[in-house]
Nanobody, 126 residues
Framework: QVHLVESGGGLVQTGESLRLSCKASGRTISALAVGWFRQAPGKEREIVAAISRRDIKRFYIGPVKGRFTITRDDANQTVYLQMNMLKPEDTAVYYC???????????????????WGQGTQVFVSS
């Protein structure tokens, strides 16, 4: 079992930055891919970024490429999402998630994500 807790959300203005943290407990996440997802009001949840075991691969959706950076610190069981140049369309609840399945080399965004945090709200004002 993996327990995930997100933090770092908040209210910022367009162009500002936030760093989200995802702290894991229980099972070690070093052997797992980890993803960040978001869900905006009235929209479906979408994957934003994902990072493989040992940081071999990273994935980003198009709208955040060049602005967001996902990193991991396995010693501290934490995964980060650095978000720069934020835009109003980035407003959403952000979730981190991990698969039950150990990372065996698949692209990290292609795993089924089974463990979820409670989410942290990001609001970007124009």
């Amino acid at each position: 079992q993996v327990h995930l807790v997100e933090s770092g959300g908040g209210l910022v203005q367009t162009g500002e930055s936030l760093r989200l943290s995802c702290k894991a407990s229980g099972r070690t996440i070093s052997a797992l891919a980890v993803g960040w997802f978001r869900q905006a009001p009235g929209k479906e949840r979408e994957i934003v970024a994902a990072i493989s075991r040992r940081d071999i691969k990273r994935f980003y959706i198009g709208p955040v490429k060049g602005r967001f950076t996902i990193t991991r610190d396995d010693a501290n069981q934490t995964v980060y999402l650095q978000m720069n140049m934020l835009k109003p369309e980035d407003t959403a609840v952000y979730y981190c998630a991990a698969p039950f399945q150990r990372d065996y080399g698949r692209d990290p965004e292609r795993y089924e994500y089974n463990y979820w945090g409670q989410g942290t709200q990001v609001f970007v004002s124009s």
